[in-house]
Each structure stands twice: as C-alpha cells, then as structure tokens.
C-alpha cells in the first residue's frame, strides 16, 4: 500500500509525501504517561455541528488546522510519532539514507474501517513500504519476526568473521 492510503485527503494535500515526514504540527514527543489527552472541537463539516473530540493518550499531532475548522469526521486523526531510523540503503547504484522500521500508533475514530477506530500501529518497514493496520498481537509477531531475524544475521556475522579470516589467512600463505 501507498504512504496516501494511511492519510485522509486533507493531511495528503498538506503533506503529499509519505507517512514518515514528520507534520510542522509535531510537538516535542513526550513519554505518553506524562501526556494528559487534550479534548478539543471541530466543526462537522458534513452537518455543521460542533464536534467533540478527545485525542488518543499520548497523541503527538496539535490538531491546529482542525480545531475549531470545519473537518469531516473521517479526517481526524491521532498519531504518536517516534524518531526515525534510517540506514543507507541502494536502490539504483548510489545508496541513500532511507527511513527503516519506523513504527507509530494510530487512531482514526471515525474511519469506514471499523478496526482503525481503536489505536493500531503502522511500521514501514522501509521508504513507503508498510505493515498497516496492527494490533498488539500483530506487532508483537512482527517483533519476534524480526527478533528472529537478528539472531540469523548475529549468525551470520560470526560465520563472516571466521570466513574472512580463513581466506586471508589462506592469501597469506601463498
Ligand atoms: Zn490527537
């Protein structure tokens, strides 16, 4: 899926590129403990009315071009944002700093999709590249998925060392 399908219309018209460009509207992240979940109004842009909404625990958005505007429903939208990881990666002959594994959590309580109505975790596993729509049991299979995978590669490593040293070595000799 594409970086567009997470974001309701208006946050891709603002921010076109992919999910992991951080909105202007980011505040310092903040340990979701210590966040008092802020209740704030927009106007149902549908109906006219005031809306009332009170954001996820730990929500990083400001919700400033929402609060107080005329929004469809659909359109709001919490997220906790981490810090991004990149690694170089090589695409087409020239590495470059990609985003890897950045995981947030979501919630869109008036989604058509029933499920993103509770909070859900995204990791895009690199540059535009997700595992959408996550519950705790999906992301902990990820974790371990990739848990595993690290222990191959820790493999890996020690093998690459002994190999290295065996052909050197070898080189050395003749
Ligand atoms: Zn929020």
Not at 69 to 94: A, M, R, Y
Request: aromatic content about 8%.
């Amino acid at each position: 899926m594409s970086a567009a399908d997470l974001q309701p219309a208006h946050v891709r018209e603002r921010f076109p590129m992919t999910l992991a460009i951080p909105a202007p509207a980011v505040a310092t992240s903040v340990p979701a403990s210590s966040v008092t979940p802020r209740t704030w109004s927009f106007i149902n842009r549908r109906t006219g009315e005031p809306a009332s909404y009170t954001c996820m625990e730990g929500c990083t958005l400001n919700h400033a071009s929402e609060m107080g505007s005329p929004t469809f429903p659909e359109d709001v939208w919490c997220w906790f944002w981490s810090n991004p990881l990149t690694l170089p990666v090589n695409e087409n002959g020239t590495p470059e700093e990609f985003r890897v594994l950045s995981t947030v959590i979501k919630v869109e309580p008036w989604s058509p999709k029933v499920a993103e109505r509770i909070p859900f975790a995204v990791i895009e596993l690199v540059d535009d590249h997700f595992i959408d729509g996550l519950d705790p049991d999906g992301l902990a299979t990820v974790i371990r998925t990739l848990s595993d995978r690290l222990q191959q590669m820790r493999e890996t490593h020690r093998r690459l060392v002994a190999v290295r040293a065996e052909y050197m070595g070898r080189q050395a000799r003749t």
